[in-house]
């Protein structure tokens, strides 16, 4: 299996503007996409042309320390999505959210420890 690189990680913010703006400055990223995210609220996407931060917000956002659970999944991107996935099965996780919509196909999972990943291949 090729070496995957990470694509995004996916956070909940209380103001998503605030959070672009900080972004923008300390890093000199730019917003590769923004709109309405899939469970309501909204979404941006900062980064550069091959990573980025997926930055959500909505009414009821909870980020921060000690205020929620901020880290809401791991993006990585790897070249062969279907040997992905044989691996995240064969150490016993339950694949879901099967999607291909741009920039790619992918699945999600659950680590051991509840963490969430979001495997995507641009093929």
Not at 81 to 103: C, I, N, Q
Not at 105 to 120: L, N
């Amino acid at each position: 299996m090729a070496i995957a690189s990470l694509e995004h990680v996916n956070l909940t913010v209380t103001d998503l503007d605030r959070c672009v703006k900080f972004f923008q400055e300390l890093c000199g990223w730019h917003v590769r996409w923004r709109g309405t995210a899939m469970m309501g609220g909204e979404t941006v996407h900062i980064g550069t042309d091959t990573a980025y931060l997926a930055i959500y917000t909505n009414p009821a956002a909870s980020g921060g320390h000690g205020k929620g659970r901020p880290l809401n999944h791991i993006g990585l991107l790897v070249d062969d999505l279907s040997a992905a996935e044989e691996v995240v099965t064969r150490f016993g996780f339950k694949t879901w959210g099967h999607e291909d919509y741009e920039p790619g196909r992918r699945f999600y999972f659950y680590d051991w420890d509840g963490i969430e990943y979001e495997v995507v291949s641009y093929e």
